[in-house]
T-cell receptor
Framework: GESVGLHLPTLSVQEGDNSIINCAYSNSASDYFIWYKQESGKGPQFIIDIRSNMDKRQGQRVTVLLNKTVKHLSLQIAATQPGDSAVFFCAESYGNNRLAFGKGNQVVVIP | KAGVTQTPRYLIKTRGQQVTLSCSPISGHRSVSWYQQTPGQGLQFLFEYFSETQRNKGNFPGRFSGRQFSNSRSEMNVSTLELGDSALYLC??????????????FGPGTRLTVT
């Protein structure tokens, strides 16, 4: 498969445990934030998004938290499964359908 | 509904050559964005097309160009290839027409290797 990235921060998680992935964004004017998951050989896949007027949003097994004061975004994955092994990217949108991506975090789920 | 498709999936070129990559968006999507993904720089925005017009452009040299056709299919071209252009090139489509951001759907990418 494709090599998504080298030297990425890696989070090793035991199957069934919760995962927390952190991201610092750069632009205080960003009004939309997205988490993507990228598996080997595939393009990024949308997980969850959040607008800047919110500080928390929940999806299925995932929660995104936004702290605009410190420009920090986090993704919480509940009951991590082997299929969650991937690279996770945060992205910020600062207008007009343009995304700026973070470097990515590699999540490795240990069975 | 079919997803975003990109062709070719893999490509090997030599320095100095040029290359054209193709992207077919999801049916009904009029916005197509291109990104370059490398281990060192991560995912970087190249440009976005909407209704055959380039609407946004990232910080890449003029060797990188693109276009969009009336059926929303898009191509990107890289001229005078350099070794540093080796990357995964991703295309994303959305139904975005203006204003707030809309979800982008990514294709599998084209892996370009420049030797």
């Amino acid at each position: 498969g494709e090599s998504v990235g080298l030297h990425l921060p890696t989070l090793s998680v035991q199957e069934g445990d919760n995962s927390i992935i952190n991201c610092a964004y750069s632009n205080s004017a960003s009004d939309y934030f997205i988490w993507y998951k990228q598996e080997s050989g595939k393009g990024p896949q949308f997980i969850i998004d959040i607008r800047s007027n919110m500080d928390k949003r929940q999806g299925q097994r995932v929660t995104v938290l936004l702290n605009k004061t410190v420009k920090h975004l986090s993704l919480q994955i509940a009951a991590t499964q082997p299929g969650d092994s991937a690279v996770f990217f945060c992205a910020e949108s600062y207008g007009n359908n343009r995304l700026a991506f973070g470097k990515g975090n590699q999540v490795v789920v240990i069975p | 509904k079919a997803g975003v498709t990109q062709t070719p999936r893999y490509l090997i070129k030599t320095r100095g050559q040029q290359v054209t990559l193709s992207c077919s968006p999801i049916s009904g999507h009029r916005s197509v964005s291109w990104y370059q993904q490398t281990p060192g720089q991560g995912l970087q925005f190249l440009f976005e097309y909407f209704s055959e017009t380039q609407r946004n452009k990232g910080n890449f040299p003029g060797r990188f160009s693109g276009r969009q056709f009336s059926n929303s299919r898009s191509e990107m071209n890289v001229s005078t290839l350099e070794l540093g252009d080796s990357a995964l090139y991703l295309c994303a489509s959305s139904s975005h027409s203006g204003g707030s951001w809309y979800e982008q759907y990514f294709g599998p990418g084209t892996r370009l290797t420049v030797t």
